[in-house]
């Protein structure tokens, strides 16, 4: 392996595990508070959309960017109304939402973008750190990122924070380990479950803006390729802890990278293995063959007050 | 064993046998949510199409052309619904017991690849239909590993079945573009004129046999058979046998129904393995009765369509046929009114997830009429 090929897995490694670290990290804290979202995927799939729609008609990647997130966190709501008001099972709801957006996004992608496909749509550039940048192979791959990228690292302590130091933390873990002892405390476990989503879907909406508008500048049917699915499972792989789930995405992300990296050292291994491995590594992960799992007590449990 | 299912059978909900034909609170609601649902969806998915601006109308011709325009989109349209009917079956056999298997498209995947395997590999010369039977069977049996797996892994390390299906689909779809991408494995032989990645054609003995072979026109083989066969078979099983109640009982509370003396993890490993073998058997007729070779994604959409297909049966067999005949012709008819009229094949999905939403946020409908 040359450095140069070093540099450039590294750089991609980061970059593919950047939208599975922001969707994990919101993951966690909705699993937490007992709320197994499985949307995941068609929130991201729906926010690389509209970003990319809307970044493509105002020329402006931010905007963009809030509109990915918004699109998220509409889609976030619906799913809290329908598995925590309405208890609807959490896993089906998820797969209805990730068929829905998948269609969705196909479909719109095809009335709009159809004949222009071809066109870049306006993304974020990338941030070079002073200083840090120039440091040789090392420097263009951890400190040439885009701005968001940054901002995913960030969120992961703030979503650290969050739930180790503040009373919204507690309550989060309250609710999702037993919501009946939270609720006689005083906690509103139906608020809180909300919360969670709505933080989920707000970061996977970033996670998805990441793929179209920092990214790929581009939109594709289908462009999550099961990235929501992956985080999911970055998160039972990370036993419910922010750090080893972040140690969870990157794996995945540099996983991912290797199918670029394999074919260009010249190594004769199928890429269909490459294409499976982060797969398997979460099917290990999932069985509890690596790592210890305590998941949240409540998780994917309705709460029904009084009942 | 038996003893303890009968007494089991006293406390188990009563199946309304005998007396006044008298609906069970909130049977019609079980029936009537899951219709409203797919009749809105469509609804909202003609709203969509007249959006585009394209002939509601064309689109309609384009669709109907496609669902039962000749005697062989007819056929080809019920050829669709055996596979949803199949990974249907699957779903309702493995949630009798409150497991919810999604990895449908996995299933048919390994099991399409083993049958292929088979009837490249040793079934064509063998006598008395065995040729075709064995590419079934190990099909059949190669989908119930591979659902078995999930069951395995639930009852031994409580690893969450939704969750397992789902990657072990993840990790299905590249076994198979493996092996025919690889001509080690099953790729046909590299040769100027083709180079596609797919399996050589399977021998006509191991071909599933047409139902009439008279009409040259008709694409329906045996499979439909087959698929009458386990229609009969999973109610017999899920309704009146020991087998099915204990499901149920697991499937009710499984705390109980190791105390009161069944095997829940044999039970659990047991119904996944058969909603894996029916994915599987699914995959396998589709190679044998229509594909005749392997491709790579060759299963794509049918999983999610079969999931909810078995999700809009609440569980009764003849709900699943209804299903898979309503999903197989809107396949069907969404490909050529995507070719024809060019409206996208996505409004389908879109009226397929809605149908999910629908259906899973009305539960607390049914819930609360049975509870009364």
Known sequence: MTEDQLAVFIGSGLRLAMPIVLAGTGELLSQRAGVLNLSLDGMMLTSAFAAALASWLTKSPMVGLMVGVMASLALAYFQAVLSVTLRANQLVVGIGFNILALGATTFLYREIFGPLSRDTIPGFGKVNVPWLSDIPVLGPALFQQTGLAYLALALVVVTWALLKFTSFGLAVRAVGDDPRAADQAGINVTRTRYLGVLYSGALAGLGGAFMSVADSNTFTEGMTKGAGYLAITAVIFGGWSPWKTLGACLLFGFATALQFLVPAMKLDVPVAVLLMLPYVLALFAVAGFVGTNRQPAALTLAFRRGG | ?372
Request: with cysteine; hydrophobic share 55%.
């Open chain 2, 1 to 372: 064993m038996l003893k303890r299912s009968a007494t089991l059978a006293m406390h188990a909900p009563s199946q309304g046998t005998g007396g006044a034909p008298k609906l069970a609170p909130g049977a019609l609601m079980k029936i009537a949510v899951p219709v409203v649902a797919t009749v809105a969806a469509l609804l909202v998915g003609l709203l969509i199409i007249a959006s585009t601006g394209s002939s509601v109308t064309e689109a309609m011709l384009a669709f109907w052309d496609g669902m039962a325009g000749s005697g062989y989109n007819v056929g080809a349209s019920i050829n669709r619904a055996i596979s949803l009917g199949f990974v249907g079956l699957g779903f309702i056999f493995a949630n009798r017991a409150n497991l919810t298997n999604v990895g449908g498209e996995g299933q048919i995947a390994i099991g399409g690849m083993f049958a292929t395997a088979m009837a490249l590999h040793g079934a064509a010369s063998l006598p008395f239909g065995l040729a075709f039977v064995l590419p079934l069977l190990v099909g059949t049996l190669a989908g119930a590993l591979w659902g078995g797996l999930a069951g395995v892994l639930k009852s031994s390390r409580g690893t969450n079945e939704v969750i397992s299906t789902l990657l072990l689909t993840f990790i299905a779809l590249p076994v198979v573009y493996w092996s025919v991408e690889s001509v080690r494995l099953l790729r046909k032989p590299l040769t100027e004129v083709s180079s596609l990645p797919e399996s050589a054609e399977i021998a006509d003995p191991t071909k599933l046999p047409m139902l009439f072979p008279n009409d040259p026109t008709s694409p329906l083989h045996i499979g439909l058979v087959l698929f009458v066969i386990a229609v009969v078979a999973v109610w017999v099983v899920l309704k009146h046998s020991a087998f099915g109640l204990k499901l149920r009982a697991v499937g009710l509370n499984e705390l109980a129904s190791r105390r009161a003396g069944i095997r829940t993890g044999r039970l659990i490993v047991a119904s996944m393995a058969i909603a894996g073998g029916l994915g599987g058997l699914a995959g396998a007729i589709m190679i044998q009765g229509q594909n005749y070779y392997l491709t790579n994604e060759f299963s794509s959409g049918y999983g999610f369509d079969g999931l909810v297909v078995g999700l809009l049966s609440r569980g009764s067999p003849l709900g699943v046929v209804v299903g898979a005949l309503l999903f197989g012709f809107l396949r069907s008819g969404s490909i050529a009114m995507e070719i024809t009229a060019h409206v996208p094949a996505a409004v389908v999905l879109i009226c397929q997830g809605l149908i999910v939403i629908a259906v899973a946020g009305s539960t607390w409908l049914i819930d609360r009429k049975a509870s009364k």
